[in-house]
């Protein structure tokens, strides 16, 4: 096989501690993981993962330009955000089941112990998870930017605060009507 980064240059088969079977290229220290092989690897160890918190990262720069060809199907590789505070995204090939991890993203994932949780970072839902952290934050951020970060952080832990409450569509609905009866600028009835 081939390295989808040099061209020309072969894949060297190599092994992680953890037996976990490998193809490193030489000459960008990138690695392609055989679909196949990381499913032996994941069905030998005593436990695995099957979730991983959606945990955003700084937010990965996706280039359409930047396609990765499969060096088993030779076809053009999804890119998945990892996540977990990491600004990068792996791609897998949905037909061979591999993945193509840079060389510093390999070695990342390796020391955070999340070469077992690339099947999960490759779903829909983890993704979808990534979304929606992502959305909440650019909202967090917004709040903060109209209203200030004092009002806006006890907006948060009040609506936490209700959200987690046993009554908490009951305080909701009261403070909504606390808030519209503001806003009308009525300050009957309660």
């Given at each position: 096989m081939y390295s989808p980064r040099s061209p020309g240059?072969?894949?060297?088969r190599e092994r992680t501690a953890d037996g976990l079977a490998i193809f490193r290229c030489p000459a960008t220290g990138g690695v392609w993981?055989?679909?196949?092989?990381?499913?032996?690897w994941l069905g030998g160890r005593?436990?695995?993962?099957?979730?991983l918190e959606a945990a955003p990262g700084s937010e990965a720069q996706v280039g359409e330009d930047d396609a990765v060809l499969s060096p088993r199907s030779?076809?053009?590789?999804?890119?998945y955000r990892v996540g977990q505070s990491l600004g990068f995204v792996i791609d897998h090939d949905s037909v061979s089941g591999g993945f193509w991890l840079d060389g510093e993203e390999f070695e990342a994932l390796n020391e955070r112990r999340l070469l077992d949780a690339l099947h999960v970072i490759c779903s829909d839902r983890y993704?979808?998870?990534l979304r929606d952290a992502a959305a909440l934050r650019a909202r967090e951020?917004?709040?903060?930017?109209?209203?200030?970060?004092e009002l806006a952080h006890a907006v948060r832990d009040l609506a936490l605060r209700a959200a987690g409450a046993r009554r908490g569509p009951?305080?909701?609905a009261y403070l909504r009507a606390r808030l519209e009866a503001a806003a009308d600028g009525s300050t009957s009835g309660f």
């Open positions: 240059k072969t894949l060297q993981i055989d679909g196949q092989a990381y499913w032996v005593k436990t695995v993962r099957a979730t030779r076809r053009i590789m999804r890119k993704q979808a998870g951020n917004d709040a903060e930017r109209v209203l200030g970060a009951e305080a909701l």
